[in-house]
């Protein structure tokens, strides 16, 4: 069925029908707390997003863990490729 509308989609002038009506982009954040040095970022396209729903009761709070992160510590530090020092940081 969704490749059908697809080809329809892409007879009508479409490029990437799917990615236009199912897709984003998820921007991933690199934040080193104590470095003088702004946060990076990274953006990457997706059609579908893995999300942990076990153990969830809403689709919101599932989204919510998903953009929680993880916080890098102890021997996990990330280190700063401008000022090359290490820092525990929050990927996001």
Same mark, same amino acid.
Do not use: W
């Given at each position: 069925?969704? @490749?059908?509308?697809?080809?329809?989609?892409?007879?009508?002038?479409?490029?990437? %029908? +799917?990615?236009?009506?199912?897709?984003?982009?998820?921007?991933?954040?690199?934040?080193?707390?104590?470095? %003088?040095?702004? %946060?990076?970022?990274?953006?990457? @396209?997706?059609?579908?997003?893995?999300? *942990?729903?076990?153990?969830?009761? +809403?689709?919101?709070?599932?989204?919510? @863990?998903?953009?929680?992160?993880?916080?890098?510590?102890?021997?996990?530090?990330? *280190?700063?490729?401008?000022?090359? *020092?290490?820092? %525990?940081?929050?990927?996001?």
């Amino acid at each position: 069925l969704v @490749d059908r509308l697809e080809i329809a989609m892409r007879s009508m002038g479409y490029e990437n %029908p +799917t990615r236009a009506c199912f897709g984003g982009q998820v921007i991933h954040q690199n934040i080193k707390k104590g470095c %003088p040095h702004a %946060p990076t970022e990274r953006a990457d @396209d997706f059609i579908a997003l893995e999300l *942990q729903i076990k153990g969830k009761n +809403t689709l919101e709070n599932s989204l919510r @863990d998903f953009c929680a992160g993880e916080v890098l510590d102890g021997e996990n530090k990330v *280190q700063c490729d401008d000022c090359a *020092q290490k820092y %525990p940081a929050l990927l996001r």
